[in-house]
């Protein structure tokens, strides 16, 4: 099969990106496709805590279309920051029902979490069509791709096709209020040191080994910024976490997933 990549977590950090991107092979110098037939799938957070979000996805949806010319692919996750920036574009600083202490909305929860205003001023409608399109879930040649380190998912449904089904249209949701909940279910963490809940995602979803993003390696997993070099294994080597903290001071991390299997 051809080599399939995983990064998660950009944040904005579109130089990073294409840094990390050539020094794979996978772009070139003009930061055009170089990767042949390789696949690379990105899990989600591409804004937010960096200063070019809006660059990021405009490189990921312009590589998308020629990695498939090449016989290549580049498929994306959504990520919490997107339902976050979405919420921020869609409601503004109205008054969040059930989070009325909020009093400035979805928008200053957004600020709080990293938001930068460029990114939000620059999203167009095509932008928001795009990031409405994306899946919360894959599995790819035996790998459950998920952006949070959770069980949440499977509070949409209990096959990959339906929670994929059920997000999609919660994207087009217009109540602030259910809102709330549809990101607090997008944004669980640190669940999958329990072999029951690995088995439940593995069971439901499909694939032998978790790749996600979210959870840095740095806060999460007890890594320096030094030592950031390479994705943390843990679970009895069914969970690979990929999120190297590039806001953080850590760096984006290409994880080969040929060379992980569980």
């Given at each position: 099969m051809p080599a399939l990549f995983a990064v998660s977590d950009i944040h904005g950090h579109r130089a990073e990106f294409h840094d990390v991107l050539r020094d794979t092979g996978l772009i070139d110098a003009a930061g055009d496709w170089?990767?042949?037939d390789a696949r690379l799938w990105l899990l989600g957070d591409y804004f937010d805590r960096g200063p070019d979000g809006i660059g990021v996805i405009d490189d990921i949806?312009?590589?998308?279309?020629q990695a498939a010319a090449a016989g290549g692919e580049v498929g994306a996750l959504l990520g919490n920051h997107e339902v976050q920036l979405l919420a921020a574009k869609r409601f503004g600083a109205a008054t969040i029902p059930g989070w009325e202490s909020r009093t400035?909305?979805?928008y200053g929860a957004w600020l709080a979490y990293g938001g930068q205003d460029r990114d939000l001023e620059g999203l167009t409608a095509d932008h928001v069509a795009w990031l409405g399109s994306l899946p919360a879930l894959a599995v790819v040649d035996d790998h459950l791709?998920?952006?949070c380190d959770s069980t949440r998912y499977l509070d949409?449904?209990?096959d990959l096709d339906a929670v994929n089904a059920v997000?999609?249209?919660?994207m087009t949701g217009t109540d602030p209020g259910e809102w709330l909940y549809f990101v607090s279910r997008l944004s669980g963490r640190g669940e999958l040191s329990s072999p029951a809940a690995v088995d439940a995602l593995l069971g439901a979803f499909g694939g032998s080994v978790i790749v996600h993003g979210h959870s840095t390696l740095i806060s999460q997993f007890g890594y320096t910024r030094e030592t950031v070099r390479e994705p943390h294994r843990y679970s009895d080597d069914r969970v690979l976490a990929i999120d190297g903290g590039v806001f953080e001071g850590g760096?984006?991390?290409v994880a080969e997933l040929g060379t992980v299997r569980g």
């Amino acid at each position: 099969m051809p080599a399939l990549f995983a990064v998660s977590d950009i944040h904005g950090h579109r130089a990073e990106f294409h840094d990390v991107l050539r020094d794979t092979g996978l772009i070139d110098a003009a930061g055009d496709w170089s990767g042949a037939d390789a696949r690379l799938w990105l899990l989600g957070d591409y804004f937010d805590r960096g200063p070019d979000g809006i660059g990021v996805i405009d490189d990921i949806r312009r590589l998308t279309g020629q990695a498939a010319a090449a016989g290549g692919e580049v498929g994306a996750l959504l990520g919490n920051h997107e339902v976050q920036l979405l919420a921020a574009k869609r409601f503004g600083a109205a008054t969040i029902p059930g989070w009325e202490s909020r009093t400035d909305g979805y928008y200053g929860a957004w600020l709080a979490y990293g938001g930068q205003d460029r990114d939000l001023e620059g999203l167009t409608a095509d932008h928001v069509a795009w990031l409405g399109s994306l899946p919360a879930l894959a599995v790819v040649d035996d790998h459950l791709l998920m952006h949070c380190d959770s069980t949440r998912y499977l509070d949409f449904g209990d096959d990959l096709d339906a929670v994929n089904a059920v997000v999609a249209e919660e994207m087009t949701g217009t109540d602030p209020g259910e809102w709330l909940y549809f990101v607090s279910r997008l944004s669980g963490r640190g669940e999958l040191s329990s072999p029951a809940a690995v088995d439940a995602l593995l069971g439901a979803f499909g694939g032998s080994v978790i790749v996600h993003g979210h959870s840095t390696l740095i806060s999460q997993f007890g890594y320096t910024r030094e030592t950031v070099r390479e994705p943390h294994r843990y679970s009895d080597d069914r969970v690979l976490a990929i999120d190297g903290g590039v806001f953080e001071g850590g760096r984006l991390l290409v994880a080969e997933l040929g060379t992980v299997r569980g």
